[in-house]
């Protein structure tokens, strides 16, 4: 993650910045021994504020009961979320307008709005952190452009105008600006006191590949929630005529976090429904209400807004007065701009269209060897020839013969001698068609490609559903799940069974001094070590967090070799350093073993045995092993020390 340099570009005294309570709140927030009540009477000095404040606490819908004091407000969401929602609606109030005429204030605000809806929504089923803190992350995670409109109102709005499908906004800042919003959203946030959890993947939101999270990890999973969020709010507020190119592609997003098309699409207008209610709320322009999700994924394609300047079509002229060839060819080639391929009667025209594959067949009907009728009947009855676009020339017009040639597969006709008027408006029907067919064909194969990408995203969900995607090794549910139908067997055959809870120490001292990405680097190679020391049959699971689970093969469930296992994987552990960029990181475990005995009545109760055990180990020292052994905590035996771990058989 890159940071602007500030003081370097000599713009910090000229960064947009909260004003009045919401900056009095920031500073008192920096204070150690500041207290609620201090916080509270602070923010009942600003009546507006502190409305905005409980209406937000109460939208957590925590409890059925309503809030109505700044205290319980506080007390709800805490203190930290209260200050970055202070800070985000001041900075919301006074920069609403600006001196930058090419920047639009009201819909910055109103793309920032939606993105902080839609990620308090999207925490509601991936509960990755608070909806309080994603809402504050989704309002501010664009603030690095605002300050830049700001900053340099004539020149952003020069780059807001060069920008394009090739050349991104945040390229152009660097060129121009020596910076980019990016870098100037990670610096303000940083400043405002925001976590680094949080700051790291708002810098990455818009190209979430450049970041190197570990999958699975939680700065991943913020990230491509942040991703989608931003999604949605270009989604809503596209022009209509846009709107509908977006939708498989934001579906195709939905289903990578499980949702299908239905809950999606509710999805969708629940996050529009609560823009709407909160653009009231914050005084912030919000576009007239959209329609359902369903509803704009079954509206139809606009027609094309210029009907008459038709693309060139390929068309084959099937005539055999020679005369009357000449004088349609010219018409079409030279007057009305189309490719023309010519026959002279049915038999070569077949021969001829299997070659060029033409848009449109225009035959006369009565010709040698082959006339109209029977060439239609040919092209139909191939694949290929089913969606071609017919007209017949034909100078008969009782009523009978025209029914016997739309019968035969005839799309339309035109009568002889030809007038050029009809003539045009025929061919511009038959445009309409082709273009109405193009359309389809692009949506076939655009869902055939949804479809796929689908069904290997549902092959995902079904594996990201039991396997923790940081380590690799099977996640808590799949865990349980063993456990549970280990303990089945136990029961039904009598055997003995044993769990280990392993557990890393002084995790939290890694993630606080070396960062969060190191951190997942650790749990990464701990579990690697795991996975090679594992004895055959025993299943490993990572519980959450530094926490993981062991379910030992009943065969391997006596204590002396349970207790050597767990002494060898500590063992393991603790001679390994491991080495990420310049951190030498020393780690040791400690290990709860518990076994199935008489007074263990079920799994759950197994687990809280090795739990406590495990606490045992933590609370004497760490990097050790503790037994819970006939309702006793025992340490392993000193001896066991001695034993060379390369002695345990039962691998």
């Excluded at 959209?290 to 693309?311: G, V, W, Y």
């Excluded at 033409?358 to 290929?384: C, F, Q, Y």
């Excluded at 070590?529 to 009943?554: H, N, P, S, Y």
């Excluded at 340490?635 to 001695?642: C, D, G, Q, V, W």
């Amino acid at each position: 993650m890159k940071i602007a340099d500030l003081n370097q570009l000599k713009i910090s005294t000229l960064l947009p910045s909260p004003k009045g309570v919401a900056l009095a709140l920031l500073e008192a927030c920096r204070q150690e021994d500041v207290s609620i009540n201090e916080i509270t009477k602070l923010i009942q000095t600003d009546p507006a504020l502190a409305g905005r404040l409980i209406q937000r606490a109460n939208a957590t819908k925590q409890t059925t009961r309503a809030i109505s004091s700044i205290a319980e407000a506080i007390s709800r969401i805490g203190l930290n979320t209260v200050k970055q929602l202070a800070m985000s609606f001041s900075l919301i109030d006074q920069y609403s307008k600006g001196p930058n005429k090419g920047f639009n204030y009201q819909e910055f605000w109103s793309h920032s709005l939606l993105m902080a809806i839609a990620m308090q929504e999207l925490s509601k089923s991936t509960q990755v952190s608070s909806s309080e803190d994603l809402f504050s992350c989704g309002l501010m995670m664009r603030i690095g452009c605002l300050a830049l409109a700001s900053i340099y109102p004539e020149q952003y709005s020069e780059l807001i105008q060069k920008q394009s499908s090739d050349t991104s906004l945040s390229q152009l800042e660097q060129q121009y600006l020596k910076t980019d919003h990016n870098e100037l959203t990670a610096a303000m946030l940083i400043n405002f006191g925001f976590p680094k959890i949080f700051v790291e993947p708002i810098y990455y939101h818009e190209a979430p590949d450049e970041s190197g999270f570990s999958e699975g990890s939680r700065p991943y999973q913020i990230l491509h929630q942040l991703y989608l969020a931003k999604q949605i709010a270009d989604f809503a507020l596209t022009k209509e005529s846009e709107r509908n190119q977006r939708i498989s592609g934001l579906l195709l997003l939905g289903g990578k976090i499980g949702l299908d098309t239905e809950t999606f699409g509710n999805f969708i207008d629940q996050i529009i429904r609560e823009w709407h209610t909160w653009g009231k709320i914050l005084k912030i322009t919000a576009q007239e209400q959209l329609p359902s999700f369903h509803k704009m994924m079954s509206a139809t394609a606009p027609r094309p807004e210029d009907t008459t300047n038709a693309a060139s079509l390929r068309i084959l002229l099937v005539e055999d007065n020679p005369t009357n060839l000449i004088l349609s060819k010219e018409l079409l080639s030279n007057v009305l701009g189309h490719t023309v391929y010519t026959a002279n009667d049915g038999q070569q025209a077949l021969a001829l269209a299997m070659d060029v594959l033409p848009h449109i067949v225009i035959t006369d009907w009565m010709m040698p060897i082959m006339n109209g009728l029977e060439l239609t009947k040919s092209l139909r009855a191939t694949e290929w020839g089913q969606n071609l676009y017919v007209i017949m020339l034909t100078s008969i017009e009782d009523e009978e013969e025209v029914i016997k040639a739309f019968n035969a597969g005839v799309d339309d006709y035109v009568t002889k001698p030809i007038n050029i008027r009809t003539f045009r408006a025929r061919l511009r029907a038959a445009w309409h068609y082709r273009q109405l067919q193009e359309a389809w064909e692009q949506d076939r194969e655009q869902l055939k490609r949804f479809a796929a990408e689908l069904a290997v995203t549902n092959r995902k969900l079904e594996y990201y559903a039991l396997t923790d995607m940081l380590t690799e090794l099977p996640n808590r549910r799949s865990g349980m799940e063993t456990l549970s139908e280990t303990w089945s067997v136990a029961n039904r055959t009598g055997q003995l069974m044993a769990v280990m809870l392993i557990d890393i120490d002084d995790f939290k001292k890694i993630n606080d001094n070396h960062g969060h990405s190191i951190g997942d680097k650790v749990l990464k190679e701990v579990s690697a070590i795991i996975r090679k020391t594992a004895r055959k049959g025993d299943t490993f699971c990572r519980m959450g967090g530094e926490e993981f689970l062991v379910v030992c093969q009943l065969g391997n469930t006596d204590v002396k070799s349970s207790i050597l296992f767990a002494e060898r994987l500590r063992h393991q552990i603790s001679q390994q350093q491991i080495n990420i960029s310049e951190a030498h990181i020393q780690i040791t475990i400690s290990i709860g073993i518990a076994f199935k005995e008489a007074g263990i009545k079920n799994e759950d109760h197994l687990v809280n045995a090795a739990n406590k055990a495990l606490y045992a180990a933590k609370n004497t020292g760490r990097n050790r092993v503790y037994l819970s052994l006939k309702d006793k905590l025992l340490a392993a035996p000193a001896s066991i020390e001695k034993i060379d771990p390369s002695a345990d058989k039962t691998k």
